[in-house]
């Protein structure tokens, strides 16, 4: 066990609805990061925070993407108006926050947008 | 921004067969680099990493990666593969971006191990 959990592990909506995924990193970790994968690709970057702060986001990343860390503890992910090319596996990752530093992983929410 | 080209996106070896997998990056300055490693069901954890010193890394199972700076290349080796070796590897970067040090993985190679 990573110490890194997200919630839901799965998820089916239908297109159009909004979703919301939850990540529980680390307790000490000050760094969170949001990643998508698809069948066959790499963990894709959406965003990060140091602390409660969004320090970075994905310029691929839609407006309908939105992202929080409340307190710089939890972390929530909410699509908005989902579509079908939002089916994919949302990773949630944590660190310690430096460069060297590896990252934890969470099991991941498989989405699948009908 | 940097980006990472996994060479391999499929490798098919019997047991015992000895692996070198394919990473290469594009960013020119300092660097830290990660091999990753997914078994069947599990979550991404780390195999091996390099961020300083002797450019020959030694990680869990048996795994090695050297980094060559001249080459822009950070590949992964195993001498002898074994059927539990199977899994997705991913190598990764993290360099500065815009302030801030990004982690970018390549997109992955399948291993699958026949007995």
């Known amino acids: 066990d990573t110490g890194v959990s997200q919630d839901p592990r799965h998820k089916i909506t239908k297109r159009g609805q909004n979703v919301t995924f939850r990540c529980d990193p680390i307790s000490e970790h000050n760094r969170l990061y949001w990643y998508r994968q698809t069948l066959g690709q790499g963990p894709e970057f959406l965003t990060y925070?140091?602390?409660?702060?969004?320090?970075?986001k994905s310029r691929l990343l839609s407006d309908r993407f939105s992202a929080e860390r409340p307190k710089g503890s939890f972390s929530t992910l909410e699509i908005q108006r989902t579509e079908q090319g939002d089916s994919a596996m949302y990773l949630c990752?944590?660190?310690?926050?430096?460069?060297?530093?590896?990252?934890?992983f969470g099991s991941g929410t498989q989405l699948s947008v009908l | 921004a940097q980006s990472v080209s996994q060479h391999n996106h499929h490798v098919i070896l019997s047991e015992a067969a000895s692996l070198e997998l394919g990473c290469n990056y594009s960013?020119?300055?300092?660097?830290?680099l990660f091999w990753y490693v997914q078994y069947p069901g599990q979550h991404l954890q780390l195999l091996l990493k390099?961020?300083?010193?002797?450019?020959l890394v030694k990680g869990i199972k048996g795994f090695e990666a050297e980094f060559i700076k001249s080459k822009f290349s950070f590949n992964l080796r195993k001498p002898s593969v074994q059927w539990s070796d199977t899994a997705e590897y991913f190598c990764?970067?993290?360099?500065?971006?815009?302030?801030?040090?990004?982690?970018?993985f390549g997109r992955g190679t399948s291993l699958i191990v026949h007995p």
């Open positions: 390099y961020f300083s010193g002797d450019p």
């Open positions: 925070f140091q602390n409660e702060a969004q320090l970075e």
């Open positions: 990764a970067v993290n360099a500065p971006a815009g302030g801030s040090y990004i982690p970018t």
């Open positions: 990752a944590s660190s310690l926050g430096t460069a060297n530093e590896k990252l934890f």
């Open positions: 960013y020119g300055g300092t660097v830290n």
